[in-house]
């Protein structure tokens, strides 16, 4: 869903942009605070491989294709302000060397799959996250449900942005983009899951969002020491 | 050996990575994503413009240009922008942490 130039107003890419650059701002400053010696690494990995699978577009329906967004797993492994700094380097790479997305949309589009499918889904996720069991599929099954709500969000907000452009009507738009998305979100939900149970299994430490249930002390000085 | 540990798992997260560019990304869908399908569908798709700086993109389009083997050109793409993504994510990151605690860690590490 990254949008093109021309496709939305320069009233909606200006707004967006300052939303994009205050956020940064925040961002880069908790980075500065936070950032500890093994996130440094992890966060190029994440981003290169979060790049890596976004370039596999797979056939959704009806002759459209999607690919993995990769905000949650990025949210998932490093926490939300991270993810986004990952999602907007990766956009805007994706936007000046190989010209998908829009200069002039570039702020769009990091506010669409950084912030309503970063920031947005990962609070929803934390929020599901305080209701779900305490234990491994429990945060596995908030993490897909997030998953799927931050490609179907991103594309929600896409879809506005695109009517308040007078690009068309709401209802028409709407559903079209986000139609398609719920199944793409299916995908992202998937992958999400089940990269982040593969880093769990190898190095849990490594998954910020992941702490371990209050029961298991042992695991979690296992995991500290 | 802590550390060794955590390079093994940086190391293999990038080769999977590159093999999901390399082997798998040239046989990727080229259906219409969801965004261009629904344009093309209300019929606003003709209104995609592009500005200068997309028109000069090195690699427009996931392309290594002059590579005449479409599946190696956009290999060829593929990996030059993960290792871009990479180097800024990696390099940015070190940046802003060297600079927090650049005072005490700089001088140590002579």
Same mark, same amino acid.
């Given at each position: 869903?990254?949008?093109?130039?021309?496709?939305?107003?320069?009233?909606?890419?200006?707004?967006?942009?300052?939303?994009?650059?205050?956020?940064?701002?925040?961002?880069?400053?908790?980075?500065?605070?936070?950032?500890?010696?093994?996130?440094?690494?992890?966060?190029?990995?994440?981003?290169?491989?979060?790049?890596?699978?976004?370039?596999?577009?797979?056939?959704?329906?009806?002759?459209?294709?999607?690919?993995?967004?990769?905000?949650?797993?990025?949210?998932?492994?490093?926490?939300?302000?991270?993810?986004?700094?990952?999602?907007?380097?990766i956009l805007t790479f994706?936007?000046?060397?190989?010209?998908?997305?829009?200069?002039?949309?570039?702020?769009?589009?990091?506010?669409?799959?950084?912030?309503?499918?970063?920031?947005?889904?990962?609070?929803?996720?934390?929020?599901?996250?305080?209701?779900?069991?305490?234990?491994?599929?429990?945060?596995?099954?908030?993490?897909?449900?997030?998953?799927?709500?931050?490609?179907?969000?991103?594309?929600?907000?896409?879809?506005?942005?695109?009517?308040?452009?007078?690009?068309?009507?709401?209802?028409?738009?709407?559903?079209?983009?986000?139609?398609?998305?719920?199944?793409?979100?299916?995908?992202?939900?998937?992958?999400?899951?089940?990269?982040?149970?593969?880093?769990?299994?190898?190095?849990?430490?490594?998954?910020?969002?992941?702490?371990?249930?209050?029961?298991?002390?042992?695991?979690?000085?296992?995991?500290?020491? | 050996?802590?550390?060794?540990h955590i390079r093994l798992?940086?190391?293999?997260?990038?080769?999977?990575?590159? $093999? *999901?560019?390399?082997? &798998? @990304?040239?046989? +990727?869908?080229?259906?219409?994503?969801? =965004?261009?399908?629904?344009?093309?569908?209300?019929?606003?798709?003709?209104?995609?413009?592009?500005?200068?700086?997309?028109?000069?993109?090195?690699?427009?389009?996931?392309?290594?240009?002059?590579?005449?083997?479409? $599946? *190696?050109?956009?290999? &060829? @793409?593929?990996? +030059?922008?993960?290792?871009?993504?990479? =180097?800024?994510?990696?390099?940015?990151?070190?940046?802003?942490?060297?600079?927090?605690?650049?005072?005490?860690?700089?001088?140590?590490?002579?």
């Amino acid at each position: 869903m990254h949008i093109p130039d021309g496709f939305t107003s320069m009233e909606i890419n200006a707004g967006a942009l300052a939303i994009v650059a205050g956020v940064t701002a925040i961002a880069i400053r908790g980075a500065k605070k936070d950032l500890g010696d093994k996130q440094a690494p992890m966060l190029g990995v994440t981003a290169a491989f979060i790049f890596a699978a976004q370039m596999i577009n797979f056939p959704v329906a009806a002759g459209t294709s999607g690919h993995f967004l990769g905000a949650m797993l990025a949210a998932a492994l490093l926490g939300p302000l991270n993810a986004f700094l990952i999602m907007e380097i990766i956009l805007t790479f994706q936007c000046l060397l190989f010209s998908d997305g829009g200069l002039t949309a570039l702020g769009v589009n990091i506010f669409n799959m950084g912030i309503a499918g970063g920031i947005l889904s990962y609070s929803i996720f934390a929020a599901l996250r305080a209701i779900a069991p305490k234990n491994r599929a429990g945060f596995l099954f908030a993490l897909s449900a997030a998953s799927w709500l931050s490609v179907v969000l991103a594309s929600a907000a896409c879809s506005l942005e695109l009517s308040f452009s007078n690009m068309a009507q709401l209802k028409l738009v709407l559903p079209a983009i986000v139609g398609v998305h719920t199944i793409i979100g299916a995908g992202e939900a998937i992958i999400t899951a089940a990269v982040v149970s593969l880093v769990l299994g190898a190095r849990p430490d490594l998954v910020q969002a992941w702490r371990p249930p209050a029961s298991s002390i042992g695991s979690r000085i296992e995991v500290e020491l | 050996m802590k550390q060794k540990h955590i390079r093994l798992f940086f190391i293999i997260a990038l080769a999977v990575s590159t $093999a *999901l560019i390399v082997i &798998i @990304a040239p046989r +990727a869908s080229s259906f219409p994503d969801g =965004l261009e399908w629904a344009a093309a569908k209300i019929g606003f798709d003709k209104r995609a413009t592009e500005s200068a700086v997309s028109r000069s993109a090195p690699m427009k389009d996931y392309s290594a240009g002059g590579v005449k083997n479409e $599946a *190696l050109s956009t290999s &060829i @793409a593929g990996v +030059a922008g993960m290792a871009a993504v990479f =180097l800024t994510a990696w390099g940015g990151a070190l940046a802003l942490k060297r600079r927090n605690n650049g005072n005490t860690a700089e001088k140590t590490s002579q």
